[in-house]
């Protein structure tokens, strides 16, 4: 009986010592002046997911769970149009001129839009699934998307005609992008892969393995010579293009990355969440919002595998895309706390 009474005081103990650190541990923090708050775009009525700056940087599209895409100014937070879609937008995409968007619904369907006007131009079809990334190539004439129907599709830009699709993957999609050439398309997702197309010959060239949990985003830095990779296994791992080995494994204080996006050539921001499994527990089901200040992004500097600046100042997770701006000096957050952030880089 003693035994007995011993083990269940142990295991008491055990649950209360396991809940106080999942619920009261404080990360250490990293002060520092990289990267400091410029506006806030608090527009948005739900949670924020994705938002990417024009190429002139002057404007901004952002999406998420509600049913209105934004279009405003970077400068004075304008909303310049709002584009109704039945379902929310995970995803959203800058065309390289400037002078469309496209938008990736929980309806499954892509869509462009005029910039100017605000005017839909065209629905693109063929995912059966929810979209959760769509990108322009770099010469805007083709998109590319998936999501939770396991393909990934490439779209002509002016016809809306499907012309490709790859079904490799077995599970979601999680994210989409092209290399800054313009001659290969990445995807990752719940598979835990990266794949590389050719998109010559549209053949898989090589498979990318080491994360081992769904591949949430994907980046190149500004010279493509690195391929950057934010999983929900916590790292962010960093590849070379020319090779495709593996160079670098960041790992801080994040429980899942969601949103990777080079500063420059050896710096890059990785977002996501560092709430522990009873802490999101919690939050979804009971609304709790937590005790202690979260790090919700870490700047790192790659080459040192060094933590250079922790971000704290949103309330909530961020989203699956963040962005900076053409010329380097902004960088775009997206969060759950229904907020776009807008940050000075500082050199």
């Not at 269940?8 to 990293?30: A, D, K």
């Not at 869509?111 to 770099?138: F, H, M």
Request: aromatic share 10%; hydrophobic share 35%; net charge negative.
């Amino acid at each position: 009986m003693k035994k007995t009474h011993l083990a269940i005081i142990v295991l008491i103990i055990g649950i209360i010592s396991w809940s106080f650190y999942q619920l009261f541990y404080e990360p250490e923090m990293v002060e520092a002046d990289y990267m400091t708050i410029d506006k806030v775009f608090s527009g948005h009525l739900d949670e924020v997911w994705s938002a990417k700056f024009s190429p002139n940087d002057s404007l901004i599209v952002s999406g998420g769970y509600e049913e209105n895409t934004l279009i405003w100014s970077r400068i004075d937070g304008k909303v310049i149009h709002k584009l109704k879609h039945p379902y929310g937008t995970p995803t959203v995409d800058f065309s390289p001129k400037g002078n469309t968007v496209c938008t990736g619904s929980y309806d499954g369907r892509a869509r462009i839009w005029d910039v100017k006007t605000g005017e839909l131009l065209r629905v693109l079809n063929g995912q059966e699934g929810a979209l959760r990334s769509v990108a322009y190539n770099p010469s805007g004439s083709l998109i590319a998307g998936g999501g939770d129907d396991d393909k990934v599709t490439i779209w002509d830009v002016q016809t809306g005609a499907v012309l490709h699709e790859f079904h490799d993957s077995e599970k979601d999609i999680w994210a989409v992008t092209f290399n800054p050439s313009g001659g290969y398309l990445i995807c990752s997702g719940s598979d835990n892969m990266i794949r590389i197309y050719d998109l010559a010959s549209y053949k898989l060239l090589k498979t990318l393995e080491g994360h081992s949990m769904v591949v949430l985003s994907l980046a190149f830095s500004p010279n493509g010579k690195l391929l950057a990779s934010g999983s929900d296994d916590k790292t962010v791992k960093i590849w070379d293009t020319n090779t495709w080995n593996l160079l670098h494994t960041l790992k801080g204080e994040n429980e899942a990355i969601h949103s990777v996006v080079f500063i420059d050539e050896n710096r890059i921001l990785a977002g996501g969440t560092d709430k522990k499994v009873l802490g999101e527990f919690l939050e979804y089901h009971l609304d709790y919002q937590g005790s202690v200040k979260h790090i919700v992004a870490t700047l790192w500097d790659i080459q040192n595998e060094k933590i250079l600046q922790t971000i704290t100042q949103h309330q909530n997770d961020l989203g699956t895309q963040c962005d900076v701006s053409s010329n380097g000096q902004w960088l775009a957050t997206a969060s759950s706390d229904k907020t776009v952030k807008l940050w000075n880089i500082n050199k």
